[in-house]
């Protein structure tokens, strides 16, 4: 009889390539070169019997069928690293508080949480999403959350006193200047500027560099979170600054002609355990570790 279903490894590379979008990007994910990601890519396709991507000088894409498997891979993997966890004495076992910026892969967080709930079927999460100044000021407060996901930007203040002491970093991003993909290339001084509240440090940072080059703006909109300043910046309402995976549909990078400052990375920190924390919350963030990368 032959055999069914798909090889764990391959279905790995493949979930990291489709969620990169090409094969480079996925071959550093999973560390192999992208002669071996490609080589496991073509036998995951001849199993599988059928193309599962559109392949193009930007990337890859997921063919329908492609985007199928994807759903399936990610529970698969989840499933198989949730039983090594059980049997490993590792299996997670109560209740979790997260505080997560809503910075931080506002496109993919809900599917990231969603794996590591099926990672962990008996862990109850509890998830708040929080300006990065309310979460970095919680950081000693065990009443607040067990685990804090923050934002902060890298800039030569930050890398002279080493950023957040004893903190994660699990991503760095490009910051860029984004509006509506009709209106990026007309954008020009005074530019009209999406703001968040003042609480928000990216949007006192954007404001205060603003000034400090002299660049012209008038505040065309605030809006009350990461949400509603994406939905500004697609209805062409102005321009803003947001980090890469915060663009959506419908909003891009501005030309780099337009006068506008260059711009700071930014990079997402877990923030460091508390003294004296639970062996739950200790567990929980090594794992949460893996999969916010």
């Known amino acids: 009889m032959s055999q069914r279903g798909f090889d764990l490894t391959q279905l790995r590379t493949f979930v990291a390539v489709a969620e990169s979008g090409s094969v480079s990007a996925g071959a550093e994910r999973v560390f192999l070169s992208q002669s071996s990601v490609s080589e496991q ?5 001849e199993r599988a ?51 997560i910026t809503d910075y931080y892969r506002p496109h993919d ?28 000021s919680g950081a ?41 993909a009709d209106t990026a290339a007309r954008a020009a001084a005074p530019f009209q500027l999406v703001v968040l509240p003042s609480t928000c440090q990216l949007q006192r940072f954007v404001v205060k560099l603003l000034d400090e080059h002299k660049v012209p703006y008038v505040v065309s909109h605030s809006a009350s979170g990461v949400a509603g ?33 260059t711009l700071p990375a930014v990079e997402f920190h877990l923030l460091p355990g508390r003294p004296g924390e639970s062996e739950l919350v200790s567990n929980a963030r090594t794992a949460l570790t893996r999969l916010f990368a």
């Open 109 to 136: 967080i809900a599917r990231i949480l969603k794996t590591f709930s099926e990672q962990h079927p008996r862990l109850k999460l509890h998830v708040t999403v929080q300006p990065s100044t309310v979460i970095d």
């Open 41 to 45: 890519l073509k036998k995951l396709e």
């Open 229 to 261: 300043l994406q939905l500004a910046l697609k209805a062409g309402l102005g321009i803003s600054c947001l980090n890469e995976s915060s663009a959506g549909n419908g909003v891009v990078a501005c030309p780099a002609n337009t006068g506008l400052p």
């Open 49 to 99: 019997c059928q193309p599962l991507f559109v392949r193009s000088k930007q990337g890859v894409s997921t063919t329908s069928a492609g985007e199928r498997l994807l759903d399936h891979a990610r529970r698969i993997i989840a499933m198989s690293e949730a039983a090594f966890d059980d049997l490993q004495g590792r299996s997670l076992d109560g209740e979790l508080r997260i505080a």
């Open 140 to 180: 000693d407060d065990r009443a607040s959350f067990d685990i804090g996901l923050s934002a902060r930007l890298v800039t030569s203040q930050t890398r002279a006193r080493g950023g957040a002491a004893a903190s994660t970093v699990v991503r760095r991003e490009k910051l860029l200047w984004m509006s509506a």
